[in-house]
C-alpha cells in the first residue's frame, strides 16, 4: 500500500474515512480522519510503507503507541486506537485544531514571562506523569507540544512518544544519538544511558526558547550542536530579553546543567520552582547555587577543546600569475643585519623564564601539598552538591545516611569534621545525608479490639485514625486496616483502621393499621421478621391494631416484631392477673384497655401482700374493651401491739 494523499476520502482498516493530511514526519503521515464507529474526529499516524519492512521503525512505531496508550492525564494526547492495517502500522489518536508550540513561537516570538512559565509547568505536569509511569520521553520539543483551546483556557499537550523508553526497557541505542540535535541532553548527544532528567535538560531548552525565541546551542551540523551540548556553557536568558527576572535565569541555568545531578531531580521539582517565581518568591537554595556553578563553568571555555569543522580542506590549484610572472626590472634588495641573534636571545630569555616559572610552580604544589585545607561548609545542600563540593576542595568525601525527621530526604544535615576546620589535603570529610523520617513496620492489628489496636499502632509510633463502620463483626474489632499489616511507612504517618460498629440498625416502620399480609410484607422487605397474635379488638378482622416494638425503635436485622392482630370480635376476654403484683397486672390490663380499680383486701398472709387475691370480672369472661376490672390486692393487717407489762407493787413495810 502506498501511503500518499490516494487515501484521502478512503475508509481505513473498515473504520476510519481519512479527510484530509495533517502533516509528515521521517517515519510517518499524519491524517485527519472520521472514526465511523464512534462518529468522533481522530488524527491517524500512518507508518511510511518504506518503514513498514524495517523491525527498528515498526518496533519504534509499536513503542510510541505502546508507551502513550498507558498514560492517560490532561496534558498528554490520549490514543485511542493502534493496530496495523494494508501492510503497514497506525495509531488513532486525539485530534487537536490548535497548533503546534513551535508554530507559536515562529508566528508570535518570544511569549510573555508568564505565559512562558504557565506553558512549560503544563509540560513539567505531562513529563512528571510519565516519569512516574516509568517512561522517559526523549524528545520534549516543541513541535511535540500540541496547543488546544479549551474555554477561556488554553491547554498544551504533550505527544509523539515515539523514541521514549520504559526504565526498565532491555533495549538500548549505546552509541547512538536519538532526539533533535537543538534539543539534546549532554548524555544523549554521547549516547548513554538517560533517564527523567535527560527530559528536564529538553525542557529548559524549551523554556530558554519560549523566554527569548532563541535557542541556547545552534550550528551549521547536529553534530556541531551537539559538541555545543557536551562543552559550550550556556547564556542566561536575561542576556537575550532583559526582563527575564533573576529568579527565572537560575531555574532554565540549571535545568541546563552538563551533569545530571546538578539538575532538578524531578518534574515535580522543576514545577514547583517556576510557581515560587510565577509567585514573585524566591528559588531555593539548590537552584541558586546549580545556577551559579553553571555560570561559573563560563571561565573554562576559555580552555574547552576547540571543535574543528570536519569539512575537508580544499587548496586551491594555483594560478599562473602566482607561479609564472615574471618581474623584468627587478633590483636585489639591500642587505641587511641579521635578526637571527636577537630571535636566538629572546628564545633563551623565555625558556629560561618557563622554567622559573616551572620550578617556582612545583615549590607551591609542594608546600600547598602539606598546607592544611579549611573544610567547606555542605549542610544545607543536596548529597551530590556536598560531595563535589568537598572534593574540588581536595578532601575525601564520604556519605553516611541516617534517618533525619526534620530535614527532607537527600540534604546534608551534619558534617565531620565542622566546617572551617583545618585538615590535611585528601583526609576524609564526611556528610550526613537525611533519609527522611525513619521508617517502621505497620503491625497487624485487624481482629484486635479497637483499645489495643490503639495502644499497638502508637507504641510503633504511627498514628492511628479510626472509621466507625457497621459490620457483621462484634462491636469494637477491627476488621480491617490500611497500610495492611507488614507494610513499611515513614513513622508518625497515619493508619486507618475500620472498626466494627455492630451490624446497622434501622426504625422499625409503623405498620398498625395495616392488613397482617401487607404489614408482614413491608417488615420483611425491611429486613424485620413478623410474628401474628390474634386479639379480639373492634377494628376489623386481619386488621394490625399493635405492635412490639413500637414503631420508631431502632433494631438490627432480623428482629421479631409482633404483630397483634384483630379478630374482629368486639368483646374480648378479661385477662388473668391473679397472684402478680399490684404494679404489673395493673400494666397488663392497661396495655390492653382495661380500667383498673384497686380495692385493698386485709390479709394476715404475708406472702399476699400487694399480690392480686382476686378479680372481677373472673378471667377468660367476655367484656367490652376498656370496661372496668376490680382487682383485690392483699394488704397485710397490722398486729396489734402487746399491753406494757404491769410492775408489781412493793411490799408492805414490816410491822415493828
Known sequence: MAVSDTLINTLFDGRYRIVRRLGSGGMANVYLAEDEELGRRVAIKILNDRHASDDSFVERFRREAKNAAGLSHPNIVSIYDRGEAEGTYYIAMEYLEGRSLKDRIVAEGPLPIAAA????????????????????????????????????????????????????????????????????????????????????????????????????????????????????????????????????????????????????????????????????????????????????????????????????????????????????????????????????????????????????????????ETKPIAVPFVEGLRAPQARRRIRNAGLKPIQVDQSNANVPRGVVFDQEPDAGERIQRGNAVRYFVSTGKPRVAVPEVVGARESDAVATLRNAKLVPKVVDIFSDEPAGIVIAQDPPGGASIVEGSDVRLNVSKGPQQSGLP?????????????????????????????????????????????????????????????????????DLAEDDARATLENEGWTVVIRDTPTSNPDEDGIVISQTPPPGQKAEPGSEVTLFVGRLKEEPAPPPPTTPPPPPPPIP
Open 117 to 368: 512559565i504557565e506553558c512549560v509547568r503544563q509540560i513539567l505536569r505531562a513529563v512528571g506523569f510519565a516519569h512516574r509511569s516509568g517512561i522517559v520521553h526523549r524528545d520534549i520539543k516543541p513541535h511535540n507540544v500540541m496547543l488546544a483551546q479549551e474555554g477561556s483556557e488554553r491547554r498544551y499537550k504533550v505527544t509523539d512518544f515515539g523514541i521514549s523508553r520504559t526504565s526498565a526497557s532491555q533495549m538500548t541505542e549505546a552509541g547512538s544519538i536519538v532526539g533533535t540535535a537543538q534539543y539534546l541532553s549532554p548524555e544523549q548527544a554521547r549516547g548513554a544511558a538517560v533517564d527523567q532528567r535527560s527530559d528536564l535538560y529538553s525542557v529548559g531548552i524549551v523554556l530558554f526558547e519560549l523566554l527569548t525565541g532563541k535557542l541556547p546551542f545552534n550550528g551549521e551540523t547536529p553534530l556541531e550542536i551537539a559538541m555545543k551540548h557536551l562543552s559550550e556553557i550556556p547564556k542566561s536568558p536575561s542576556t537575550r530579553r532583559p526582563e527575564v527576572p533573576p529568579d527565572l535565569d537560575m531555574v532554565v541555568l540549571r535545568a541546563l546543567a552538563k551533569d545530571p545531578a546538578d539538575r532538578f531531580e524531578s518534574a515535580e521539582e522543576m514545577d514547583a520552582e517556576l510557581a515560587r517565581v510565577a509567585a514573585g518568591s524566591g528559588v531555593t537554595a539548590e537552584t541558586a547555587e546549580a545556577a551559579t556553578a553553571v555560570l561559573a563553568g563560563a571561565g573554562l571555555a576559555e580552555s574547552a577543546p576547540t571543535m574543528i569543522s570536519r569539512r575537508p580542506v580544499v587548496t586551491p590549484p594555483p594560478t599562473r600569475s602566482q607561479t609564472e610572472q615574471r618581474y623584468y626590472d627587478y633590483e636585489p634588495p639591500r642587505r641587511q643585519r641579521s635578526f637571527w641573534p636577537w630571535l636566538l636571545a629572546i628564545l633563551l630569555l623565555l625558556g629560561a623564564l618557563v622554567a622559573g616559572v616551572y620550578v617556582w610552580q612545583q615549590i607551591q604544589d609542594e608546600i600547598n
Open 510 to 578: 409503623n405498620v398498625v393499621g395495616r392488613s397482617y399480609e401487607d404489614a408482614a410484607q413491608e417488615l420483611r422487605q425491611a429486613g424485620f421478621e413478623a410474628a401474628r397474635r390474634d386479639v379480639d379488638a373492634p377494628e376489623p378482622k386481619g386488621t394490625v391494631v399493635s405492635q412490639s416494638p413500637v414503631p420508631g425503635t431502632l433494631a438490627p436485622p432480623g428482629t421479631r416484631v409482633t404483630l397483634n392482630v384483630s379478630t374482629g370480635e368486639s368483646a374480648t376476654s378479661v385477662p388473668d392477673v391473679r
